[in-house]
């Protein structure tokens, strides 16, 4: 398979996760419990919890696949020549974003 | 610039070596605008705002948990203000739409629903609309809780 059709089918797998994933994430910052405050220690005791420690690097790393790779789609699509040059930058801005956020997930579990 | 029965321009390519003519599925003249042309828009537009909040997010929430648990809970605590209920308000519109009509999208990618795909956008509005005004009762109790500008 060309790597077109995997970025494609990978597209549509992300996107399945992503409505589980953005479901929890949102609904538990929004919907329950309201007009809570978020606090590092509660933020910290949540992500301990494995389901939410899943759902949290879930989204950074598959929520981040699938934005930038959606930006590629937009990109190619009006401006196919830039398409290999957009691929290395969104690339190195999904890696660095991914790699940024996980240092704050690490800071949250380690935290006692 | 011939018009096909899809109501889309033809357009010669000029990026491929072939040199053949291929429809544009995303031509921006609103006169060529049928409801799968507006779902095509909506999803870009919500799919790319979604994106720069994601980006943004990640670099906001790591800048303030890398500064330490007190810098954390007294930055979460100034953004609950009235203002950024409203961003976040627009943020679930956003990914409400983004997520159901990529529901349709992948329906129609399996084939199913294809021939029907006028009355599954409006079934998509619909249900969208169901979700927002149920899911807004708790962002307007929040807009009332909170100030216009909390206090860091």
Redo the contacts between chains.
Sequence with gaps: MKGSLWAWIIQ?IS??L??VF??VH?GIM??VD??V?????D?SLRLKNVLYAIVDSGL?AV??FH??N??RA?II??W??ASRTATYILTV?GLA?CG??S??LF??LN?K | MALNKGGYTAKKAKCCQMNREVRVYADLKPRYFRTGMWSHLLHRVSGIAITFFLLLHIWEVTSVTRGGSAGFDRTMAGLSSKLFVIGEWFLFLAITFHGINGVRLMLHDLGWGVRKQKALFWTVFGLCAVLIAAGSYYFIMRFLAYPWAAAH
């Design positions: 549509r996107a399945v992503l409505l953005v479901g949102f929004h919907f309201p007009t405050e978020i606090t590092f220690a933020t950074l929520g981040l934005g930038l959606g930006l937009i699509d009006y196919p020549r801005v974003a940024w956020g240092t704050a800071l949250f935290a």
